[in-house]
């Protein structure tokens, strides 16, 4: 059960860094957040590390996107239920949603950064279970990586900080057809270089194809695994 609960946190937090990083580059030089984005999707692409992050600020992202996650988790507990009732992890209150993953918080966020250790480096051999895992993870990684494309609405800039929306797409196929269309929000801080980071992705249950588009492609992905 433990371990299917870590692969839940793994891809949520996945599909939304990486699902759609496979998206067209193109070579925007000039400052901008947009371009930051773009970088980041050509670094993906390309699994340059050190381009990566450059324009990502990995801390940042997956501890803010786990607090997110679990917050969102914990409040709309009764409507998850509701959507899919035979899964065990939503049959509980909304108290003890919020004491696991505050229990699991520093497990799951490590399980993440070493997921894209390994996905950023597809020769590292693992030696431990959990880096056996990890590699799994990368693997999967790129499996959703190649049937998603991302297209984003213009940036809205305050001062140092710029927020950019951003669809997510699946192709016609078995990967593609867990999450159709994804909404998220791309959060980015510009640095004393005069560069943009990306610092914060976020969701929600207000927009369409937010919170519970990822959370039912998830669902789907456990029984196009065959472990429900």
Same mark, same amino acid.
Not at 18 to 43: C, F, K, N, S
């Given at each position: 059960?433990?371990?299917?609960?870590?692969?839940?946190? *793994?891809?949520?937090?996945?599909?939304?860094?990486?699902?759609?990083? &496979?998206?067209? &580059?193109?070579?925007?030089?000039?400052? %901008? #957040?947009?371009?930051?984005? !773009?970088?980041?999707?050509?670094?993906?692409?390309?699994?340059?590390?050190?381009?990566?992050? $450059?324009?990502?600020?990995?801390?940042? /992202?997956?501890?803010? !996107?786990?607090?997110? $996650?679990?917050?969102?988790?914990?409040?709309? *507990?009764?409507?998850?239920?509701?959507?899919?009732?035979?899964?065990?992890?939503?049959?509980?209150?909304?108290? @003890? !949603?919020?004491?696991?993953?505050?229990?699991?918080? $520093?497990?799951?966020?490590?399980?993440?950064?070493?997921?894209? $250790?390994? &996905?950023?480096?597809?020769?590292?051999? #693992?030696? %431990?279970?959990?880096?056996?895992?990890?590699?799994?993870? =990368?693997?999967?990684?790129?499996? @959703?990586?190649?049937?998603?494309?991302?297209?984003?609405? #213009? +940036?809205?800039?305050?001062?140092?900080?710029? +927020?950019? /929306?951003?669809?997510?797409?699946?192709?016609? =196929?078995? &990967?593609?057809?867990?999450?159709?269309?994804?909404?998220? %929000? !791309?959060?980015?801080?510009?640095?004393?270089?005069?560069?943009?980071?990306? /610092?914060?992705?976020?969701?929600? *249950?207000?927009?369409?194809?937010?919170?519970?588009?990822?959370?039912?492609?998830?669902?789907?992905?456990?029984?196009?695994?065959?472990?429900?």
């Amino acid at each position: 059960m433990i371990q299917r609960l870590r692969r839940r946190a *793994i891809l949520l937090l996945a599909l939304v860094l990486i699902g759609g990083a &496979y998206t067209v &580059y193109a070579d925007w030089r000039d400052r %901008t #957040p947009e371009a930051a984005l !773009m970088q980041i999707a050509h670094a993906v692409r390309t699994e340059d590390r050190q381009l990566f992050d $450059t324009y990502v600020d990995e801390d940042a /992202v997956l501890e803010t !996107m786990y607090a997110d $996650t679990a917050a969102l988790l914990a409040d709309n *507990i009764e409507v998850l239920h509701e959507r899919h009732p035979s899964d065990w992890f939503f049959r509980h209150d909304s108290a @003890f !949603m919020r004491d696991y993953m505050a229990e699991h918080r $520093t497990e799951y966020i490590d399980v993440a950064r070493m997921v894209l $250790t390994y &996905y950023f480096d597809a020769e590292r051999v #693992p030696v %431990t279970k959990a880096e056996g895992n990890a590699r799994w993870g =990368s693997d999967e990684l790129r499996a @959703f990586a190649a049937h998603y494309t991302v297209n984003t609405e #213009p +940036a809205v800039i305050s001062g140092d900080r710029a +927020a950019i /929306v951003c669809r997510v797409r699946g192709d016609d =196929s078995d &990967y593609g057809r867990l999450l159709p269309e994804g909404s998220l %929000t !791309m959060e980015l801080e510009r640095q004393a270089s005069g560069h943009w980071k990306l /610092v914060h992705i976020w969701t929600d *249950i207000a927009r369409e194809h937010g919170f519970y588009s990822f959370v039912d492609a998830a669902e789907r992905y456990w029984e196009l695994q065959g472990w429900d």
